[in-house]
């Protein structure tokens, strides 16, 4: 490999062809996630203009709580009063990009937020760009809780419980805290 090359490869992180690199080439730089993808072919381009699909993939309550999750809110936006308890966004895919808008959400498809006994507890939609959100700042609902994902007359559960309903804080699309990716439905 030619040191132009080399250079390319840690410049353009989206080049396929350059894995394992890494030992001769620029110091700093890993092996970029090359499965990263939008299946809808569409991104969120308004920032923090009013809406209910805004941002999808972001930590949405994070932002509305002011905070600046994996600098994604630069601008210290904040709007507390729907810094709702439950937020996130789903989609057809783990590997989805931030701000990519889910692909052809599943009529019906809802969140549903359970307790640790697995009775469902509360149940939220979710809209065209996959987004979903609950009605209240605070959980409303036993904490720790469970959540599944119900679409297409299935359910793909989360095993864990978890206590914070911020969900695209673990899924992103590289998946945080041991997180598989995005949220996602069942096909
Ligand atoms: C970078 C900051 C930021 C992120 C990330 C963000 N929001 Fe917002 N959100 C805002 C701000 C600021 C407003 C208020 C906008 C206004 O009033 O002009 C808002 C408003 C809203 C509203 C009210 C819209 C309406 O029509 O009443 C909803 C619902 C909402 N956001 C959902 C979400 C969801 C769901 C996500 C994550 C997928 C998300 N937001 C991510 C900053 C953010
Ligand atoms: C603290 C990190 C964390 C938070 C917050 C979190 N999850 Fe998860 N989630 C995980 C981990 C880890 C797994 C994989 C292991 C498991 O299933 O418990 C997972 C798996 C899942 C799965 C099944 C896997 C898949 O392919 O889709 C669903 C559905 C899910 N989570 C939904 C949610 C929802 C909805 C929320 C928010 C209400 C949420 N999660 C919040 C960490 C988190």
């Known amino acids: 490999m030619t040191w132009r090359t080399r250079f390319l490869c840690g410049t353009l992180l989206t080049l396929a062809a350059c894995g394992g690199s890494a030992a001769g080439g620029l110091s700093g730089f890993g092996a970029a996630d090359t499965t990263i993808t939008c299946a809808s072919g569409l991104v969120w381009t308004q920032g923090t203009r009013e809406s209910t699909l805004m941002n999808p993939g972001y930590a949405c309550r994070s932002c509305h709580l002011g905070n600046n999750f994996n600098g994604q809110n630069p601008g210290n936006a904040r709007e507390p009063q729907k810094a709702y308890f439950f937020m996130g966004t789903a989609y057809s895919t783990q590997k989805e990009a931030d701000l990519c808008a889910a692909d052809a959400v599943p009529s019906g498809a809802v969140v549903e937020i359970l307790d640790t006994n697995d009775v469902v507890q509360l149940t939220l939609d979710i809209n065209q760009a996959g987004n979903f959100y609950s009605n209240s700042t605070t959980a409303k609902v036993p904490v720790p809780f469970k959540a599944r994902v119900r679409a297409n007359g299935k359910v793909n559960a989360m095993a864990a419980a978890q206590t914070d309903g911020d ?21």
Do not use: F
């Open 167 to 187: 969900c695209n804080t673990c899924h992103t699309a590289g998946g945080l805290n041991g997180a598989p990716g995005r949220i996602t439905w069942p096909q």
